[in-house]
Nanobody, 113 residues
Framework: QVQLVESGGGLVQAGGSLRLSCAASGSIFNAMGWYRQAPGKQRDLVAVITTGGSTNYADSVKGRFTISRDNAKNTVSLQMNSLEPEDTAVYYC?????????WGQGTQVTVSS
C-alpha cells in the first residue's frame, strides 16, 4: 500500500526559508515531487525529480527552491528559500509509479509579509 507522509510546513516571514520532506512507502517511484494549491486556485506543479535525478521546476520558484531525493530512503525534500507571500499554499507530496499518481495529505505553508 502506497503512503506518502509530509512534514515541515509552517509559518514564516517573507524572505525566510522552510524545508519540506516526504517519506514514501509501498513502492519505488519513477518520479517524486511537490505540488501546491492556494485557496480558490488549482493544484500546480512546484518541482519534480525523477529516479535518475532529472528535475523540473515551476518558473515562479526557479532559483529559490531546490528539490532533492534520496532513492535509498525513498524520500523527497524541497528546500524553499526567499519565500514570498505568493508561495502561501497547501503543499502536496506527489509520487508517480508508471502513469499512476499518488498524493500526500498536504502540509500548509504560510508566508507573512
Amino acid at each position: 500500500q502506497v503512503q506518502l507522509v509530509e512534514s515541515g510546513g509552517g509559518l514564516v516571514q517573507a524572505g525566510g526559508s522552510l524545508r519540506l520532506s516526504c517519506a514514501a512507502s509501498g513502492s519505488i517511484f519513477n518520479a517524486m515531487g511537490w505540488y501546491r494549491q492556494a485557496p480558490g486556485k488549482q493544484r500546480d506543479l512546484v518541482a519534480v525529480i525523477t529516479t535518475g535525478g532529472s528535475t523540473n521546476y515551476a518558473d515562479s520558484v526557479k532559483g529559490r527552491f531546490t528539490i532533492s531525493r534520496d532513492n535509498a530512503k525513498n524520500t523527497v525534500s524541497l528546500q524553499m528559500n526567499s519565500l514570498e507571500p505568493e508561495d502561501t499554499a497547501v503543499y502536496y507530496c506527489y509520487a508517480r509509479l508508471l502513469l499512476t499518481p499518488y498524493w500526500g495529505q498536504g502540509t500548509q505553508v504560510t508566508v507573512s509579509s
